[in-house]
């Protein structure tokens, strides 16, 4: 993990996304860096541990998780150990994602969800940097 922790007393979250879910993002880098400034640990988990490698250093990211080989389900329950902070949320993008979230005491969140929230724009998304999928949800479901 990193030593952000006497840097950024603020950050109460350990934040933790899926490589599916971080690459439907438009833009990584400033996903990363803007959640660094609420969070305290940000990174990447897959099944497939060379392919984050890749992708961390073509985005250019620095990335906290250090979880060598392990899949997602044994890299999610150590950060989990390793990590305290109030707050552990999992970016994830399957119905395994959400499953391994709830057995290991992460809030699970959808890339959509929170590109709404923190106003990050989804790749091939809508011109103006919304989510594509919850905004026209909403917009075709009055009430919601």
């Known amino acids: 993990m990193s030593g952000d922790t006497d840097r950024q007393p603020s950050g109460e979250m350990t934040l933790a996304f ?64 390793s990590t305290a902070t109030p707050r552990h949320v999992f970016v994830g993008a399957s119905v395994e994602d959400r499953r391994i979230a709830d057995q290991l005491g992460w809030e699970y969140r959808t890339p959509e969800e929170v590109a709404e929230k923190a106003d990050w724009a989804l790749a091939g998304g809508d011109s103006d940097g919304k989510t594509g999928l919850v905004a026209r949800l909403k917009d075709a479901l009055p009430g919601v």
Not at 46 to 70: I, M, Q, S, T
Request: aromatic content about 10%; cysteine-free; overall charge negative.
């Open 18 to 81: 899926t490589l599916a879910a971080i690459e439907r993002f438009a833009d990584p880098a400033t996903v990363f860096a803007e959640a660094r400034e609420w969070s305290r640990s940000v990174g990447i988990v897959a099944n497939d541990a060379d392919a984050v490698a890749a992708f961390v250093d073509e985005h250019g990211l620095r990335h906290d998780f250090d979880v060598g080989e392990a899949d997602k389900w044994l890299a999610m329950e150590r950060i989990r150990e």
